[in-house]
Nanobody, 130 residues
Framework: QLQLVESGGGLVQPGGSMRLSCAAA?????????IVWFRQAPGKEREGISC????????DYSDSVRGRFTISRDNAKSVAYLQMNNLKPEDTGRYYC??????????????????????WGKGISVAVSS
């Protein structure tokens, strides 16, 4: 059973930056999993915002974060990251990482959003406020 743990959230001012991490629990690795970052703002539905294939060769973003957020991964450390720059108040929410067991390299975020996702982290809160 793969366990995912998010870290790096908290409070940041508008325009600031923050990096979230999604780590596999000890003894597990993410080598064969695509990773998707989701977020859920208060009172809104959960949305997928970024994904990265298992190799890291392909990434994709939602329009709401493209150009500001960067997803990456380090399979040697079994960690995926979400670098968030130029944060806005509307980025406030709870952020989740999820893993889907797939070796496909041509998946888009829209396509991955149709998957159930095999494993989920418990999420971490991000608040963007002055």
């Amino acid at each position: 059973q793969l366990q995912l743990v998010e870290s790096g959230g908290g409070l940041v001012q508008p325009g600031g930056s923050m990096r979230l991490s999604c780590a596999a629990a000890s003894g597990h690795n993410l080598d064969y999993y695509a990773i998707v970052w989701f977020r859920q703002a208060p009172g809104k539905e959960r949305e997928g915002i970024s994904c990265i294939t298992h190799s890291g060769r392909r990434t994709d973003y939602s329009d709401s974060v493209r150009g500001r957020f960067t997803i990456s991964r380090d399979n040697a450390k079994s960690v995926a990251y979400l670098q968030m720059n130029n944060l806005k108040p509307e980025d406030t929410g709870r952020y989740y990482c999820a893993a889907e067991l797939t070796a496909a390299e041509d998946l888009t975020l829209a396509e991955l959003m149709t998957f159930r996702m095999d494993y989920w982290g418990k999420g971490i809160s991000v608040a963007v406020s002055s």
